[in-house]
């Protein structure tokens, strides 16, 4: 199954980044239009969550912000539901070249990157479990989700570069 929807998570701090990382350029191109790209051979729609960027059709975290990438899957998976998808493909807006591998792997919902667990598919069904996990109080990893509703964790042998840092920005320059 062909995930639907790719959604770029992207309504994070950047705190280590010190500046909006999303808009930070990598050969030209803004690293959140790399993750655009990335997710374009994939999906029939792609959206934003967490903020707004260009003409691409955008949604809030959910139920709030500024509850990591747990609200952004949430506002991803309310966003298919609301336009009739049945899953998510998310991806990190920092990290400009995910291997095609990775898409491979995380064919079939629910499964999530292991290394990575905001690269993850997870099917619309999951709404109302992830909304119920996100009013408790406790555990918002990503991982600890995924394991609860039985997600299968995927790996793949090629490294994963983030941008976390200015450092981790040239590097990958």
């Not at 400009?96 to 905001?118: G, K």
Request: aromatic share 4%.
């Amino acid at each position: 199954m062909t995930a639907q929807v790719g959604a770029i998570l992207a309504g994070g701090a950047a705190r280590r980044f010190g500046g909006d990382k999303a808009l930070a350029m990598l050969d030209g191109v803004a690293l959140i239009d790399h993750a655009a790209r990335a997710l374009g051979d994939h999906v029939n729609r792609v959206v934003v969550i967490g903020r707004e960027h260009g003409a691409l059709p955008h949604a809030p975290d959910r139920p709030a912000p500024d509850l990591g990438p747990l609200g952004g899957i949430t506002g991803a998976l309310a966003y298919a539901m609301i336009h009739g998808a049945d899953s998510v493909l998310t991806v990190a807006c920092d990290v400009p070249r995910p291997p095609e591998s990775l898409f491979r792997v995380l064919a079939r919902p629910p499964a999530f990157c292991d290394d990575h667990p905001v690269f993850g598919h997870w099917p619309v069904s999951l709404l109302p479990d992830l909304e119920v996990w996100l009013n408790r109080d406790g555990d918002r990893s990503v991982r600890g989700f995924a394991r609860a509703v039985g997600a299968l964790p995927v790996r793949i042998a090629e490294p994963i570069m983030d941008i976390d840092t200015r450092e981790d920005l040239e590097r990958a320059r």
